[in-house]
């Protein structure tokens, strides 16, 4: 069994790279121990949005009377149901995959892979242990939760986003550990559904890696929701005493306790690379991340690591355009490298966020003189017409050439607005280009065009 390519692992980033390879005339095999499609889209991204829909319908809902529509009767959630729905979500685009892999005629080999050197793959399952050959092998394996020796997950009382997925009883209290986009997207989801939530975060903002004008509006978005907030504050541990949780942290009112039904841990991921097989080809490992060369080449000649295996973004996106770099260079086509400076983040809260190129802090930490143009919803038509006011845009522009350095965006559509400033950023595009470019009325999207004409000192309506 003697393949053109073997990839290991059929995330956004594994099905992909198999995919483009087999357009381009190669042989593929995908070896997955797990359903296909991966954590991304059968325990991440793909089931938590379906869940996060839920939580809006349930929010609009709730507030159609300031629409003018009445709801006979109490509008109530069903957890249950909802958690249904979205593994049926999760399930359909699972079956999705498949389906691609069957047209590109991809064989499936299902089972655990690991590198057996000379290219060759050994591959475990319940049926037993075969061995398959490729010229190139593609590691794709992802990551998991990270567990803390102060926090183990036992799946119960410390959760990690997995168990909280399904969550068919809904707890009193959650406290939630880490406010990145996953702790942040579930802090949101089970406070709309009626939990007393609390979020820990060790850094000194909200969702720490955005911009602080974004950490505020979203701070000030979840305590509106009563989400409690606890920044510049460490979990030092968790126990369980009699059924409860017993948070033990650390911040600026000193050391105390809180009591939760549940903690969901979600201080990070761990890569999944036990077991591939990397030591004995003398592939090397820094700080959890498997170390490649500008090609995704790892030190054994023919193996190629990409997406959260690697030391990049940890992003679905990130994953997939790695994989068509990665696939295009091995059939010698010279593909353009990941601009890793222009990766656009979404987080699906409500109000959303989205987020692409450099903070304000950033580039003025860079170097960079910087002007900036900020638009709020307050200001836009068509977010008071819809009745989501909460927001606003923001655009950074290097003050020496009028160019884009980034994009932050706060409200309801923002996770596909995101697209227009990642474009334009990464074609160079200026704030007079953009303050320039006609864009519909009333849209939620007028507010990037408003915001470049702000930067620019001329904002019409604000």
Same mark, same amino acid.
């Given at each position: =069994?003697? !393949?053109?390519?073997?990839?290991?692992?059929?995330?956004?980033?594994?099905?992909?790279?198999?995919?483009?390879?087999?357009?381009?005339?190669?042989?593929?095999?995908?070896?997955?121990?797990?359903?296909?499609?991966?954590?991304?889209?059968?325990?991440?991204?793909?089931?938590?949005?379906?869940?996060?829909?839920?939580?809006?319908?349930?929010? !609009?809902?709730?507030?159609?009377?300031? !629409?003018?529509?009445?709801?006979?009767?109490?509008?109530?959630?069903?957890?249950?149901?909802?958690?249904?729905?979205?593994?049926?979500?999760?399930?359909?685009?699972?079956?999705?995959?498949?389906?691609?892999?069957? @047209?590109? @005629?991809?064989?499936?080999?299902?089972?655990?892979?690991?590198?057996?050197?000379?290219?060759?793959?050994?591959?475990?399952?319940?049926?037993?242990?075969?061995?398959? /050959?490729?010229?190139?092998?593609?590691?794709?394996?992802? &990551?998991?939760?990270?567990?803390?020796?102060?926090?183990?997950?036992?799946?119960?009382?410390?959760?990690?986003?997995?168990?909280?997925?399904?969550?068919?009883?809904?707890?009193?209290?959650?406290?939630?550990?880490?406010?990145?986009?996953?702790?942040?997207?579930?802090?949101?989801?089970?406070?709309?559904?009626?939990?007393?939530?609390?979020?820990?975060?060790?850094?000194?903002?909200?969702?720490?890696?955005?911009?602080?004008?974004?950490?505020?509006?979203?701070?000030?978005?979840?305590?509106?929701?009563?989400?409690?907030?606890?920044?510049?504050?460490?979990?030092?541990?968790?126990?369980?005493?009699?059924?409860?949780?017993?948070?033990?942290?650390?911040?600026?009112?000193?050391?105390?306790?809180?009591?939760?039904?549940?903690?969901?841990?979600?201080?990070?991921?761990?890569?999944?690379?036990?077991?591939?097989?990397?030591?004995?080809?003398?592939?090397?490992?820094?700080?959890?991340? *498997?170390?490649?060369?500008?090609?995704?080449?790892?030190?054994? @000649?023919?193996?190629?690591? *990409?997406?959260?295996?690697?030391?990049?973004?940890?992003?679905?996106?990130? &994953?997939?355009?790695?994989?068509? &770099?990665?696939?295009?260079?091995?059939?010698?086509?010279?593909?353009?490298?990941?601009?890793?400076?222009?990766?656009?983040?979404?987080?699906?809260?409500?109000?959303?966020?989205?987020?692409?190129? =450099?903070?304000?802090?950033?580039?003025?930490?860079?170097?960079?003189?910087?002007?900036?143009? @900020?638009?709020?919803?307050?200001?836009?038509?068509?977010?008071?017409?819809?009745?989501?006011?909460?927001?606003?845009?923001?655009?950074?522009?290097?003050?020496?050439?009028?160019?884009?350095?980034?994009?932050?965006?706060?409200?309801?559509?923002?996770? /596909?607005?995101?697209?227009?400033?990642?474009?334009?950023?990464?074609?160079?595009?200026?704030?007079?280009?953009?303050?320039?470019?006609?864009?519909?009325?009333?849209?939620?999207?007028?507010?990037?065009?408003?915001?470049?004409?702000? &930067?620019?000192?001329?904002?019409?309506?604000?």
């Amino acid at each position: =069994m003697k !393949y053109d390519i073997i990839v290991i692992g059929s995330g956004p980033g594994g099905y992909v790279a198999a995919i483009r390879a087999a357009q381009l005339g190669k042989s593929v095999a995908v070896v997955e121990r797990a359903e296909l499609g991966g954590t991304c889209l059968n325990w991440g991204c793909i089931p938590t949005k379906a869940l996060l829909k839920s939580a809006q319908v349930l929010h !609009y809902a709730q507030s159609a009377a300031s !629409y003018g529509i009445d709801i006979v009767g109490e509008v109530k959630a069903d957890p249950s149901k909802i958690v249904d729905r979205s593994r049926t979500v999760a399930e359909t685009m699972s079956k999705g995959v498949n389906f691609l892999m069957g @047209k590109n @005629k991809i064989e499936i080999i299902k089972g655990e892979g690991s590198l057996a050197g000379d290219g060759k793959v050994t591959v475990r399952s319940a049926e037993g242990e075969q061995t398959v /050959e490729a010229d190139s092998i593609i590691l794709a394996t992802g &990551a998991r939760p990270r567990e803390m020796p102060f926090m183990p997950i036992d799946g119960k009382y410390v959760i990690s986003s997995k168990e909280a997925l399904v969550l068919k009883e809904l707890p009193e209290t959650m406290v939630v550990c880490g406010s990145g986009a996953i702790g942040s997207e579930f802090a949101y989801l089970y406070a709309s559904l009626g939990v007393k939530v609390t979020v820990v975060e060790i850094a000194p903002n909200l969702m720490p890696l955005e911009d602080e004008d974004v950490s505020k509006a979203m701070e000030r978005a979840f305590r509106k929701m009563r989400i409690g907030v606890m920044t510049s504050t460490a979990v030092k541990g968790v126990s369980v005493v009699d059924g409860k949780c017993a948070v033990e942290v650390e911040g600026k009112k000193g050391a105390e306790t809180l009591s939760a039904d549940v903690v969901l841990s979600a201080v990070g991921i761990k890569t999944n690379i036990e077991g591939l097989g990397l030591e004995a080809l003398g592939i090397e490992v820094e700080r959890d991340k *498997i170390k490649v060369d500008g090609s995704f080449q790892t030190a054994a @000649k023919g193996v190629y690591a *990409i997406g959260d295996l690697i030391a990049t973004p940890a992003l679905a996106h990130v &994953a997939s355009a790695e994989a068509i &770099a990665c696939v295009e260079g091995i059939c010698g086509l010279n593909p353009d490298p990941v601009d890793y400076t222009t990766i656009p983040s979404c987080v699906y809260t409500s109000p959303e966020v989205a987020s692409v190129g =450099m903070t304000e802090k950033q580039a003025v930490e860079a170097g960079y003189t910087v002007k900036v143009g @900020k638009f709020p919803y307050t200001a836009s038509g068509k977010a008071t017409a819809a009745g989501d006011r909460d927001g606003f845009v923001k655009l950074v522009f290097n003050a020496e050439d009028d160019k884009l350095l980034g994009a932050h965006f706060v409200g309801a559509g923002v996770t /596909e607005m995101i697209a227009e400033p990642t474009i334009a950023k990464a074609m160079g595009a200026s704030a007079h280009t953009i303050a320039r470019t006609i864009h519909s009325h009333p849209t939620m999207n007028e507010a990037v065009m408003e915001a470049a004409e702000a &930067a620019m000192g001329c904002a019409i309506h604000m």
